[in-house]
C-alpha cells in the first residue's frame, strides 16, 4: 500500500499497521527554501516554485503527507484584503478588513476562483498531481470561516459581533463558508487528496464553546455536506471542550495542537466516530527550540496515545531545523521496531 491508499484508508476511518508521518499546516521552513531553491515569498505566488517547495517536505524532510499553501491568507486576499506579503521568514499576513465599516455588503464574488492567488494553489496542486515521481499525498489548505470573517471586519468586530449581534455574526459566517466550500471543491477537483481548513480563532479560548455551537458548527456541518472530498478541520488551542461538536460536524479528520489536555480521550472520541487524528508535537517549543531526542519523546507519546498521522501541532515556524522534521520519521520508525 502506498502513502496515498494508506491516506484515503485513514481518512475513510480504517486502521492502519503504520502511522503515516507528515503536515496539514503549514510547513515552508528555511532550510527546504535553501535545499531545493525555493524560496518565499515568491513560492506562494508562483505555482512552480511553490509545487516544488511543497515536494521538499517529501523528497528532503521525508513527509508522507505535505500540504500547500505555506500560509493562511489567500480567500482573504481574493476577497479583498490586503496583504503583506512577507519575507522567506515571515509569512504573509493581512492589513487592511474590506468589511469593517460595512459587514452586511460582504458578498462572495461569482468569479472568486480567478481572483488572487487561489489559480497559482490550483496550478500548484495540478503541478504535483502530474508528477509521476512523486507519489505522496497532497493537502490543500483553506483558512476557515472565522478566521476569515476577522480578516474582512477585524478580530475585535466580528468578536464583538458574535456576543451582541450573533445572527448577524452566523449570517457572515455563512457565507464565509460558501467561500471555502467553492475554493475546497476546486481544490479537491486539481488534485488535492484533500482539504484542510485551518481555523485558529474558532478556539475555545477565543470564540467560546457557546458560540462555536451556535454561530460556526452549522457552516462547517454544511461545508462536510458540499464538498467532493475529504475534510480535515484544525483548531488551535485546547480543543476537549468541542470535541463532541467537531465530531458531529463531519469531518474525516482533525488535526489538534499539543495543548489538548486529555489526548486520550481525543483519539478515543474521535476513533468512536470513524474520524482520524492528527499531530501534536509541539511546532513552538520542541520542533522550533529543542533537539531531536526531545521530537522523539514526545512523537512516542502521541504514538502510545494510537494517533492516526504524526505531526506536527500546528503551522511549523520557518527557522525550525530540518533536523527536527527528520525526526518525527525516525521516532516512528523506532517506535514500529520496538
Known amino acids: 500500500m502506498d502513502f496515498s491508499q494508506k491516506f484515503q484508508y485513514i481518512l475513510d476511518g480504517k486502521k492502519v499497521d503504520t502511522p503515516l508521518v507528515g503536515t496539514v499546516t503549514t510547513a515552508g521552513i528555511l532550510d527546504l ?83 488572487g492567488r487561489i489559480p497559482v494553489i490550483m496550478e500548484a496542486i495540478s503541478l504535483h498531481r502530474n508528477n509521476p515521481g512523486l507519489q505522496v499525498p497532497l493537502v490543500a489548505g483553506v483558512e476557515g470561516p472565522v478566521d476569515l470573517a476577522s480578516y474582512l471586519l477585524g478580530i475585535r468586530s466580528f468578536l464583538k459581533l458574535t456576543v451582541k449581534k450573533p445572527e448577524i455574526a452566523k449570517n457572515i459566517i455563512e457565507k464565509c463558508i460558501d467561500a471555502c466550500i467553492t475554493c475546497a471543491n476546486a481544490y479537491l477537483f486539481s488534485g488535492a487528496d484533500a482539504v484542510v481548513i485551518a481555523d485558529a480563532l474558532s478556539s475555545p479560548e477565543m470564540i467560546g464553546p457557546d458560540a462555536f455551537r451556535l454561530i460556526v458548527k452549522p457552516g462547517l456541518i454544511r461545508f462536510n455536506e458540499n464538498i467532493e472530498g475529504h475534510s480535515i478541520l484544525h483548531i488551535c488551542g485546547e480543543v476537549d471542550s468541542i470535541i463532541p461538536d467537531i465530531l458531529e460536524s463531519g469531518f474525516s479528520a482533525i488535526s489538534i495542537e499539543e495543548n489538548v489536555k486529555d489526548l486520550k480521550y481525543v483519539v478515543s472520541s474521535a476513533h468512536r466516530n470513524n474520524t482520524a487524528i492528527i499531530g501534536n508535537i509541539s511546532t513552538s517549543d520542541t520542533l522550533y527550540r529543542k533537539k531531536p531526542e526531545n521530537v522523539r519523546k514526545e512523537a512516542f507519546q502521541c504514538l502510545d496515545a494510537n494517533i492516526d498521522i504524526l505531526a506536527p501541532g500546528c503551522g511549523v515556524a520557518p527557522e525550525t531545523p530540518l533536523k527536527n522534521l527528520l525526526a518525527m520519521i525516525k521516532a516512528r520508525d523506532d517506535y514500529i521496531k520496538n
Open 33 to 115: 527554501m535553501d535545499i531545493s531553491g525555493a524560496s518565499r515569498p515568491e513560492a506562494d505566488s508562483d505555482p512552480k516554485k511553490m509545487a516544488k517547495l511543497a515536494s521538499s517536505l517529501h523528497t528532503i524532510a521525508k513527509f508522507e503527507v505535505i500540504r500547500i499553501p505555506f500560509d493562511v491568507t489567500v480567500i482573504g486576499e481574493a476577497l479583498g484584503c490586503q496583504i503583506d506579503s512577507g519575507t522567506k521568514a515571515r509569512t504573509p499576513s493581512v492589513i487592511t478588513h474590506p468589511f469593517a465599516d460595512k459587514p452586511e455588503e460582504l458578498e462572495i464574488p461569482t468569479d472568486l476562483l480567478r481572483r
